[in-house]
């Protein structure tokens, strides 16, 4: 039996990362530090055979996931499945301003209630049911090959749990920073873990912080 292999990325910085403001299904574009963090990555997997470039269709995943598929001559291809969690309601505002303005539903959204949605969004659960599958669909393609997939951290987050067998409420202890390579396994018997969080290309040349000037 032939396993895919998965490099699964988070997209790099965007100034409401920074901001500590929810973006879920609004189409924020990388920043300076960002753009900077997608071409560390390249460098870092220009040798890495790469069989396809898959990507969300946001554009702060698919710039991205374009920076290593540029260095490699490949096409990116996108796909809604690998998008964010649409958080509705809470998109545009500040952890902040979730705590002051709709107290009960930040709460549930802490605890990390499987069932819970903001208004006009999606809960865990749903998108749980959206991810792994388009995952899947995707690994599936490529047996016995390697494939990227940049996306966003609700859909790391799904990965690692589906990879560790863990419930949608466990507290969460694992790092999901923008562009760290984490590497699964993917075989009709399902997700496994083979190596997480790695910021190895990050560590040097890191460009003047923004905020700093």
Request: no cysteine.
């Amino acid at each position: 039996m032939q396993v895919t292999r998965i490099l699964a990325v988070r997209h790099g910085e965007t100034a409401w990362n920074r901001d500590t403001r929810i973006q879920g299904h609004t189409d924020i574009a990388l920043n300076e530090r960002g753009r900077w963090q997608a071409a560390q990555l390249a460098q870092a997997l220009r040798e890495e055979p790469i069989a396809a470039v898959y990507a969300s269709d946001l554009g702060r995943a698919f710039e991205t996931a374009q920076a290593v598929a540029r260095v490699k001559g490949m096409e990116v291809t996108p796909h809604k499945g690998l998008r964010e969690r649409h958080f509705g309601r809470f998109e545009g505002r500040t952890w902040a301003e979730l705590e002051q303005r709709w107290p009960t539903e930040a709460l549930a959204w802490r605890k990390r209630m499987p069932d819970f949605a903001p208004e006009g969004g999606e809960s865990l659960e749903q998108l749980q049911r959206r991810v792994i599958p388009t995952v899947i669909e995707l690994a599936s393609r490529h047996p016995g090959e390697q494939v990227l997939m940049v996306a966003h951290g609700g859909v790391m987050d799904m990965l690692y749990r589906a990879a560790m067998r863990l419930e949608l409420n466990a507290p969460r202890s694992w790092e999901l920073p923008n562009t760290a390579i984490n590497r699964l396994l993917w075989s009709p018997e399902g997700l496994s873990l083979v190596g997480w969080a790695d910021t190895q290309h990050l560590q040097t040349g890191e460009p003047l912080d923004e905020r700093s000037v």
